[in-house]
Nanobody, 129 residues
Framework: QVQLAESGGGSVQAGGSLRVSCAHS????????MAWFRQAPGKERERVAS???????NYADSVKGRFTISKDNGKDTLYLQMNSLQPEDSAMYYC?????????????WGIGRTEFLNWGQGTQVTVSS
């Protein structure tokens, strides 16, 4: 089994920065597709950024240039560095994984949300104006 646990959320003023983390424990796989999603009240869950074991990084247009996804394989931890935060970035942030991931499943950025079988409990990010 795979366990994902997010941390690092909090409250920040507009223009500030936060880094959220996702610790991965349990089963290990050399191939992976991992992503950050977020969901604000009354809105659908949206994919924010993804990273795969081939080194491909992808971002939603709304966060390009402000957010950076990375993974420390030695620490089994996924990160999302968020800069220039805006009130519209306020949401619960979730990490999710497809483990193992193979290219025939589909590109990491393009595969459906239902392919992500492993989810963390979420961490809240609140940005005030």
């Amino acid at each position: 089994q795979v366990q994902l646990a997010e941390s690092g959320g909090g409250s920040v003023q507009a223009g500030g920065s936060l880094r959220v983390s996702c610790a991965h424990s349990g089963e290990r796989h050399s191939t992976y597709c991992m992503a950050w999603f977020r969901q604000a009240p009354g809105k659908e869950r949206e994919r924010v950024a993804s990273i795969d074991s081939n080194g491909n990084l992808n971002y939603a247009d709304s966060v390009k240039g402000r957010f950076t996804i990375s993974k420390d394989n030695g620490k089994d931890t996924l990160y999302l560095q968020m800069n220039s935060l805006q009130p519209e970035d306020s949401a619960m942030y979730y990490c999710a994984a497809v483990l193992p991931w193979f290219e025939w499943i589909g590109p990491c950025w393009g595969i459906g949300r239902t392919e992500f079988l492993n989810w963390g409990q979420g961490t809240q990010v609140t940005v005030s104006s």
